[in-house]
């Protein structure tokens, strides 16, 4: 995982200097910033000296052409940055004698050592992904830094105004400072909670690509792609945690769905009526590969995640939908909700119970847990009951619950789908 990679990109006399630039970053950020953060101890200087390597890039590959080493020229730029911070900054003074030796020892264009990358890498990881911050913020600064977007890439793919983003970041990054949020891996105890912080900011990023909370597109696939890139880095950078794995299975199995789920005008397709020969088999693949990683390194007590791709993976198996287990995926759920106890993976397992063994066996669970408050304004609660109703036969509650289903999504396609059912009953 060194800083050497090799971009792919052309370096021919025709090539846009911008889009060469741009996707040299694409690559080269995490680690870029993950290295000078490990020497400055700074999340947010460490991106600023890297942004000042990227504008140096800018100003200079269209003229000198792109170096045969662009990971290692970014690089040495930011470190020369820094040398010169450090001497221009009263308040890290006290650090250059320490910080100037180690830079300056490596101002070259040599590769650093690539344990040294993957240890600041995995510090990066659990920085951004920090308790001291809001979900928002994690998740912006987490796509910032270890995915390279921009402030607009961001906002595009949450549907919010740029420069809420650009404030999230901003906060993000000065909370850090002004906490004094170490540059490490937490130890002992603290790092069970800390890691599943981390995971829970990838798995969110997935879920809003993977079915978006709000707008006109089913699907953000950039977003899904992005949180399988930094499922795999963490996974590898961590290859002996179990729900690191599960949450890379989970991720790779609900993927392999994706084409499948977006019908010919960009309608979204429900599980158990998608063309399954559409479904990415090489991602299958993985995802039943990794799941079993993750059992395996559980010894018989897996997590959420892992107990999640299990889930998925019934499906997977299934070639048609009516070979589907569900039963097996009943007891899953059941599993699940000991370790989670959440309103919503009762939601699941009711809709597997109704599969198993009948819709009232499902509508009497739904029922159990309709005045959660977790649930209210949750619009998949009347959606899935107008289901159970509608297969009962009882047409007009099921309308009545389409219809409620339709007022409270936030997202137009899943809105229009659930107005056609209405209209059906």
């Not at 994690?138 to 740029?162: D, K, Q, S």
Request: include cysteine; charge should be negative; charged fraction near 25%.
């Amino acid at each position: 995982m060194g800083t050497g990679t090799d971009t792919g990109t052309d370096r021919g006399a025709g090539a846009d200097p911008h889009r060469t630039v741009e996707a040299v970053w694409r690559i080269e950020a995490a680690r870029l910033i993950a290295g000078l953060a490990g020497l400055v101890r700074d999340v947010g200087l460490a991106e600023e000296l890297a942004q000042d390597a990227l504008v140096a890039a800018l100003e200079q590959w269209p003229g000198s052409g792109v170096p045969d080493n662009p990971g290692a020229w970014l690089m040495t730029v930011a470190r020369r940055r820094a040398i010169d911070l450090i001497r221009r900054n009263e308040r890290l003074r006290h650090n250059l004698a320490e910080l100037g030796h180690r830079l300056e020892s490596g101002a070259g264009e040599e590769r650093p050592e690539p344990d040294e990358i993957e240890d600041d890498l995995l510090r990066l990881v659990f920085t951004a992904c920090h308790p001291a911050l809001s979900m928002e913020s994690r998740v912006a600064l987490t796509l910032r830094v270890l995915g390279g977007l921009t402030t607009e890439e961001i906002a595009r793919a949450f549907l919010v105004p740029e420069p809420t983003v650009a404030q999230r970041i901003v906060r993000a990054k000065r909370a850090l400072a002004d906490k004094g949020v170490p540059f490490e891996v937490p130890g002992g105890g603290e790092l069970a909670g800390r890691l599943a912080a981390v995971l829970e900011v990838i798995y969110l990023i997935f879920n809003e690509g993977y079915s978006a909370t709000a707008g006109d597109d089913w699907l953000r696939p950039a977003l899904c792609e992005d949180a399988l890139r930094l499922g795999r880095v963490l996974a590898g950078l961590m290859p002996g945690e179990p729900e690191v794995h599960g949450l890379v299975a989970l991720m790779e199995l609900h993927a392999s769905r994706s084409a499948a789920r977006v019908g010919p005008s960009g309608e979204p397709v429900l599980l158990l009526e998608q063309d399954r020969t559409r479904w990415d088999r090489l991602l299958v693949g993985r995802g039943l590969q990794a799941l079993r990683r993750a059992e395996s390194l559980a010894g018989g007590a897996p997590g959420p995640y892992a107990l999640q791709a299990a889930i998925a993976a019934c499906h997977a198996r299934a070639v048609v939908a009516g070979d589907t287990d569900w039963a097996r995926i009943a007891a899953l759920y059941e599993e699940l909700a000991k370790l989670l106890r959440s309103p919503v993976v009762e939601l699941n397992r009711a809709v597997a119970l109704s599969m198993a063994y009948g819709p009232e066996v499902g509508l009497g669970l739904l029922d159990q847990i309709a005045g959660e408050p977790a649930l209210k304004g949750y619009h998949l609660l009347p959606s899935v009951r107008g289901d159970l109703l509608f297969k009962l036969g009882r047409l007009e509650e099921a309308r009545a619950e389409f219809e409620r289903a339709a007022a409270l999504t936030r997202n137009g396609r899943e809105r229009a789908l659930l107005e056609s059912r209405a209209a059906a009953c």
